[in-house]
């Protein structure tokens, strides 16, 4: 099935390389190059509201201890946990109930004491003297008493207070990027805003004289722009704050006009216009603009044309044009560029070893795979999703994991074991 894996004949693809050698990097290279690139934004107050993804500018030390005192964990009745001792369904003890405590009540002026029971909800103090909490579930009351079926031990159903989050406890750490769980931790420290990173800004450019927008009539040989429209959904995926330049013609004027106006944001990302055709221009656009390129090729497939260039604090990105390239070249520089400028600390995709369904061939390059990965008696399993041309949108929408063949390996069998990147994972 994989025969169709590559859209042009080998020596094609080798002549390309040799013919840009000293511009080319490897895979591995060209992620050193940008993560070496990153200087992180500065930051911004927001309301916790807005929280949630957003990557934390400084370490978060609590000052009060959760649960603020000793609480119940269940609805029940607060006693001395000795008192219950001998106690069995045959042998009930009983109690008599002195009082009750809501959520959110106190008692004051009653203790428990031998003999004795208050009668307590979930998350409402231990009253003094008591030591235990039996639930309702395990209790039978009557007439201001209440029988109890089990011995219990100290400290049954009790929150002791400070056992989630101590005074000084480190509870979060500048670079986390926050999660619900996250935001409900600064919340309870009483957070009402939180001190995070800015978003980059991200300038979206299309490129190519072909290239029909959205409503556009489509006439024989043009191309619908799918890719401005995959990145911006990208962008926004990894919380970059998108802005779209539209279609730059195949012309040095139309689009230097294009890129002055996108070099405000933080990172401009173009696509199309890269490789070696008569009218890419996109490589002399970059001399032109005085733009430092890096490299204007990686060698990885799919997506080998791929510029990368600084001028200022600015990153520029000249992503392949077919759809597919875009995508997994955005995933595997771009996107860790905008979460390296967000102060991520936690920036990869995971990576898991996974059992190969069917045999596969590759080239002499890093090699990305679309696939789709099953959990298998707690085992990964991983298929490609179809046609591997560059073009292929639909074998993309299909995958949700890119399988990863290194650079020297040129055959993979069904049944050994691969390397898997979970694109649809958070990063780890
Ligand atoms: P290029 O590198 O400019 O020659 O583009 C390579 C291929 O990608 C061509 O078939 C283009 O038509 C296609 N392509 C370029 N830009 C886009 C786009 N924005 N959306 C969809 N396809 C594109
Ligand atoms: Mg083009």
Same mark, same amino acid.
């Given at each position: 099935?994989?025969?169709?894996?590559?859209?042009?004949?080998?020596?094609?693809?080798?002549?390309?390389?040799?013919?840009?050698?000293?511009?080319?990097v490897s895979?591995?290279?060209?992620q050193?190059?940008?993560?070496?690139?990153?200087?992180?934004?500065s930051?911004?107050?927001?309301?916790?509201?807005?929280?949630?993804n @957003?990557?934390?500018?400084?370490?978060?030390?609590?000052?009060?201890?959760?649960?603020?005192?000793?609480?119940?964990?269940?609805?029940? +009745?607060?006693?001395?946990?000795e008192?219950?001792?001998?106690a069995?369904?045959?042998?009930?003890?009983?109690?008599?109930?002195?009082?009750?405590?809501?959520?959110?009540?106190?008692?004051?002026?009653?203790?428990?004491?031998?003999?004795?029971?208050?009668?307590?909800?979930?998350?409402?103090?231990?009253?003094?003297?008591?030591?235990?909490?039996?639930?309702?579930?395990?209790?039978?009351?009557?007439?201001?008493?209440?029988?109890?079926?089990?011995?219990?031990?100290? +400290?049954n159903n009790?929150?002791?207070?400070?056992?989630?989050?101590?005074?000084?406890?480190?509870?979060?750490?500048?670079?986390?990027?926050?999660?619900?769980?996250?935001?409900?931790?600064?919340?309870?420290?009483?957070?009402?805003?939180?001190?995070? +990173?800015?978003?980059?800004?991200?300038?979206?450019i299309?490129?190519?004289?072909?290239?029909?927008?959205?409503?556009?009539?489509?006439?024989?040989g043009?191309?619908?722009?799918?890719?401005?429209?995959?990145?911006?959904?990208e962008?926004?995926?990894?919380?970059?704050?998108?802005?779209?330049?539209?279609?730059?013609?195949?012309?040095?004027?139309?689009?230097?006009?294009?890129?002055?106006?996108a070099?405000?944001?933080?990172?401009?990302?173009?696509?199309?216009?890269?490789?070696?055709?008569? +009218?890419?221009?996109?490589?002399?656009?970059?001399?032109?603009?005085?733009?430092?390129?890096?490299?204007?090729?990686?060698?990885?497939?799919?997506?080998?044309?791929?510029?990368?260039?600084?001028?200022?604090?600015?990153?520029?990105?000249?992503?392949?044009?077919n759809?597919?390239?875009?995508?997994?070249?955005?995933?595997?520089?771009?996107?860790?560029?905008?979460?390296?400028?967000?102060?991520?600390?936690?920036i990869?995709?995971?990576?898991?070893?996974?059992?190969?369904?069917?045999?596969?061939?590759?080239?002499?390059? $890093?090699?990305?795979? @679309?696939?789709?990965?099953?959990?298998?008696?707690?085992?990964?399993?991983?298929?490609?999703?179809?046609n591997?041309?560059?073009?292929?949108?639909?074998?993309?929408?299909?995958?949700?994991?890119?399988?990863?063949?290194?650079?020297?390996?040129?055959?993979?069998?069904?049944?050994?074991?691969?390397?898997?990147?979970?694109?649809? $994972?958070?990063?780890?």
């Open positions: 099935m994989l025969k169709n894996l590559f859209d042009r004949p080998q020596s094609f693809k080798k002549k390309c390389i040799v013919d840009n050698k000293k511009t080319t895979f591995e290279e060209a050193k190059i940008i993560l070496n690139s990153i200087i992180p934004l930051s911004e107050n927001i309301s916790i509201m807005e929280a949630s @957003r990557v934390l500018y400084e370490d978060i030390v609590s000052d009060v201890m959760i649960p603020h005192v000793d609480d119940s964990a269940m609805d029940g +009745y607060a006693i001395i946990a008192d219950t001792h001998g069995s369904i045959k042998n009930p003890i009983k109690f008599q109930i002195i009082g009750e405590i809501q959520a959110g009540g106190s008692i004051v002026g009653k203790k428990v004491s031998k003999g004795t029971a208050i009668r307590i909800m979930t998350g409402a103090p231990i009253p003094e003297g008591a030591d235990s909490v039996v639930r309702f579930e395990d209790t039978e009351e009557k007439a201001g008493y209440v029988k109890i079926f089990s011995e219990t031990a100290r +400290y009790y929150r002791s207070a400070g056992e989630n989050i101590k005074i000084g406890d480190k509870v979060l750490q500048k670079g986390d990027r926050l999660r619900s769980a996250d935001v409900g931790i600064l919340v309870s420290l009483n957070y009402n805003t939180v001190k995070v +990173y800015k978003q980059p800004t991200v300038s979206i299309s490129t190519g004289d072909e290239i029909a927008d959205i409503g556009e009539e489509i006439q024989m043009r191309i619908r722009n799918v890719n401005a429209y995959t990145l911006y959904s962008v926004r995926k990894y919380n970059g704050i998108p802005e779209y330049f539209g279609i730059a013609k195949d012309s040095m004027i139309d689009m230097k006009e294009v890129f002055l106006k070099l405000k944001s933080d990172v401009v990302i173009s696509t199309g216009g890269v490789s070696t055709g008569k +009218y890419d221009f996109v490589k002399e656009i970059y001399s032109d603009l005085n733009i430092d390129m890096q490299f204007e090729r990686v060698n990885v497939k799919p997506g080998s044309p791929c510029a990368f260039g600084k001028k200022d604090n600015k990153l520029i990105f000249g992503l392949p044009g759809p597919v390239p875009t995508l997994t070249s955005f995933i595997q520089f771009v996107r860790p560029a905008l979460l390296g400028l967000m102060g991520a600390k936690r990869k995709k995971p990576i898991v070893n996974a059992f190969l369904e069917e045999d596969i061939n590759s080239a002499e390059v $890093h090699h990305l795979l @679309r696939g789709y990965f099953t959990i298998k008696n707690n085992e990964f399993h991983v298929s490609t999703t179809g591997q041309k560059p073009s292929m949108l639909r074998s993309m929408s299909a995958a949700n994991c890119l399988i990863i063949v290194p650079e020297n390996v040129t055959s993979v069998k069904a049944g050994e074991k691969v390397a898997v990147q979970l694109i649809d $994972h958070d990063e780890i």
